[in-house]
């Protein structure tokens, strides 16, 4: 017999999110393979569950003070209300929200926060969350389009309200189905989902967090279909009769000291500037920023004119397009689906370049903890994959690297190490990683993006010490060439300037900045506005990666 919740509490909502991590991790693959609306760029299941881990961490801190067997698991009946923790993955999801679906997903949990009184979700609660939320999600974008997450929500938040029982068990199954019925009718609202012959993929997402509450309050979640179908129509080769003023670039950045009047004027501003614009609060004065555009500098203009901009992250569309996407164009023309059985292992340091890595593919080593030498070879020993292609990002010298590699070879695995000196270039490399060409060429052409690869580095000296440039003290803002000090200065955003301007002084047209823990938040924006000012179509990318030591790592390409 199913055991129904008639309400959630703070706890188990905690574990509704790590039934969602689960059930997004298990679809991320099929998610990413749907997403062909309104970019096809395969990475809407990467960052729904990018965004809900990030989601998961916040309000797992507010465990952190409970003894450590009831942290891990959260005992019902105590600790923090549903309010408090709905706000703090509202608060997590929209810092650490990654693309369209990722934005949408955080005001799905600010929903949550703001239904009821806050102590419980009920039945009527959960009704007052989706409805609450299909609002906020709507009040967001700038041209709501239907047949996407956004109908999909609608749809949830009316079988919700249809549903005449008094279980938070029951409004949730129905709400799942509802939205479930929904996501099978996207491909008859919205003409480029049918002719690629798939369902929306953010709305396919949404469905996996709503079959998860029911698999929270029920004990079982219910059977959906496999989504994906085969395409009906070919689809257009990206860059054919391309528009040149179309929107080629991500734009997304938090907002704070800001107001609802400037919000909606930022809103409006990058309407003009582009499409897929969405701005979204956490209802606790920080807004969360994504738009579509040709021209990236001026989407940061419109935040810096809004309120503080942090956390800015522009991508490319023609470098993020995955190149196993069934709609890539190496694909479409034929080519081998099947991928070999290869991985990358990659070594990162800090939070934020550890997602990278794992968004690009990669199964990283590392983290906070320094890597060894014994511990990449272990870590190359567990890899089941028989082709095996290590990017050390610098983390270890080159005659250990040799070591590591000799040994790990064996008649079972061909074991590549490729020349990354820092993680950098390790992302440059991972960029062109394919997954259809034998190896030994796959690991040429990563090795010839990390070689184009120019990169250095910011840091804050510790100690009294020479250099090639002359003696620094302990505070002076030391920037790097590879290993090379060729930069001191007292200031330390001075030295980066002029690190910035020696390395673009030999060309360049993407720049990189990698964003250490001990960064001061505004030091990107800075960056940022320096390249330019002096280099002005220079695109600049920026990523959290929250290592120690380097307050940036920066690569020109």
């Known amino acids: 017999?199913?055991?129904?919740?008639?309400?959630?509490?703070?706890?188990?909502?905690?574990?509704?999110?790590?039934?969602?991590?689960?059930?997004?991790?298990?679809?991320?693959?099929?998610?990413?393979?749907?997403?062909?609306?309104?970019?096809?760029?395969?990475?809407?299941?990467?960052?729904?569950?990018?965004?809900?881990?990030?989601?998961?961490?916040?309000?797992?801190?507010?465990?952190?003070?409970?003894?450590?067997?009831?942290?891990?698991?959260?005992?019902?009946?105590?600790?923090?209300?549903?309010?408090?923790?709905?706000?703090?993955?509202?608060?997590?999801?929209?810092?650490?929200?990654?693309?369209?679906?990722?934005?949408?997903?955080?005001?799905?949990?600010?929903?949550?926060?703001?239904?009821?009184?806050?102590?419980?979700?009920?039945?009527?609660?959960?009704?007052?969350?989706?409805?609450?939320?299909?609002?906020?999600?709507?009040?967001?974008?700038?041209?709501?389009?239907?047949?996407?997450?956004?109908?999909?929500?609608?749809?949830?938040?009316?079988?919700?309200?249809?549903?005449?029982?008094?279980?938070?068990?029951?409004?949730?199954?129905?709400?799942?189905?509802?939205?479930?019925?929904?996501?099978?009718?996207?491909?008859?609202?919205?003409?480029?989902?049918?002719?690629?012959?798939?369902?929306?993929?953010?709305?396919?997402?949404?469905?996996?967090?709503?079959?998860?509450?029911?698999?929270?309050?029920?004990?079982?979640?219910?059977?959906?279909?496999?989504?994906?179908?085969?395409?009906?129509?070919?689809?257009?080769?990206?860059?054919?009769?391309?528009?040149?003023?179309?929107?080629?670039?991500?734009?997304?950045?938090?907002?704070?000291?800001?107001?609802?009047?400037?919000?909606?004027?930022?809103?409006?501003?990058?309407?003009?500037?582009?499409?897929?614009?969405?701005?979204?609060?956490?209802?606790?004065?920080?807004?969360?920023?994504?738009?579509?555009?040709?021209?990236?500098?001026?989407?940061?203009?419109?935040?810096?004119?809004?309120?503080?901009?942090?956390?800015?992250?522009i991508e490319s569309f023609a470098v993020t397009a995955a190149p196993d996407h069934p709609h890539h164009p190496r694909i479409a023309a034929g080519m081998p689906e099947t991928p070999v059985d290869r991985a990358v292992l990659a070594v990162a340091a800090g939070a934020g370049a550890v997602t990278l890595f794992e968004a690009g593919g990669a199964v990283v080593l590392g983290g906070e903890t320094p890597v060894t030498s014994a511990a990449l070879l272990t870590a190359i020993r567990r890899m089941p994959n028989r082709e095996v292609l290590v990017l050390p990002n610098g983390a270890l010298p080159a005659h250990e690297l040799v070591a590591v590699g000799v040994a790990a070879r064996d008649i079972h695995r061909d074991v590549l190490l490729l020349p990354s000196g820092s993680m950098v270039q390790g992302l440059a490399a991972l960029a062109v990683h394919d997954r259809g060409r034998i190896a030994v060429d796959d690991a040429f052409a990563m090795s010839e993006a990390a070689a184009a690869t120019r990169w250095g580095s910011l840091r804050a000296a510790e100690h009294r010490a020479l250099t090639m440039v002359g003696t620094c003290e302990p505070g002076d803002g030391l920037g790097l060439v590879g290993h090379d000090v060729v930069v001191i200065d007292r200031d330390v955003r001075a030295a980066g300037g002029v690190l910035l301007d020696r390395m673009l002084g030999l060309g360049g047209e993407l720049v990189t900045l990698l964003m250490g823990a001990d960064a001061p938040p505004e030091l990107a924006v800075e960056f940022a506005a320096h390249i330019a000012r002096g280099f002005p179509g220079v695109e600049v990318v920026v990523y959290p990666g929250g290592q120690q030591g380097d307050l940036v790592q920066i690569g020109v390409e």
Not at 14 to 40: K, S
Not at 236 to 244: C, F, K, T
Not at 265 to 284: K, N, P, Q, Y
Request: net charge negative.
């Open 1 to 313: 017999m199913v055991h129904e919740r008639d309400e959630i509490d703070g706890a188990a909502l905690l574990r509704w999110g790590w039934t969602c991590l689960a059930g997004l991790e298990q679809r991320r693959e099929e998610i990413n393979a749907l997403n062909v609306f309104p970019i096809a760029d395969s990475d809407t299941g990467t960052n729904m569950l990018a965004t809900m881990r990030s989601a998961v961490r916040e309000a797992e801190r507010l465990f952190e003070d409970e003894p450590a067997e009831s942290a891990a698991t959260p005992r019902e009946n105590a600790g923090p209300s549903v309010r408090e923790v709905a706000a703090a993955m509202a608060r997590g999801a929209t810092r650490g929200a990654r693309g369209n679906s990722g934005i949408i997903l955080s005001q799905v949990l600010r929903g949550l926060a703001e239904a009821g009184d806050g102590t419980r979700l009920t039945a009527d609660a959960l009704r007052e969350a989706l409805h609450r939320a299909a609002a906020l999600v709507r009040r967001a974008l700038s041209s709501p389009v239907e047949g996407t997450i956004l109908t999909v929500l609608d749809c949830a938040a009316a079988s919700a309200a249809a549903c005449p029982d008094t279980t938070a068990a029951e409004v949730a199954l129905a709400a799942a189905d509802g939205a479930a019925k929904a996501l099978g009718d996207t491909p008859s609202q919205l003409g480029v989902l049918r002719a690629a012959g798939v369902v929306d993929a953010g709305a396919r997402g949404l469905v996996v967090l709503l079959d998860s509450l029911v698999s929270l309050t029920r004990g079982e979640a219910p059977e959906r279909p496999d989504y994906l179908r085969v395409p009906v129509e070919p689809p257009v080769e990206p860059g054919a009769d391309a528009d040149p003023a179309a929107p080629c670039f991500e734009v997304m950045y938090l907002l704070a000291d800001s107001d609802e009047t400037r919000v909606a004027a930022l809103r409006d501003r990058l309407d003009e500037l582009g499409d897929s614009v969405v701005v979204v609060g956490d209802g606790a004065h920080c807004w969360s920023t994504h738009v579509h555009c040709a021209d990236a500098g001026a989407a940061v203009e419109a935040g810096l004119a809004a309120g503080t901009v942090s956390a800015i992250r």
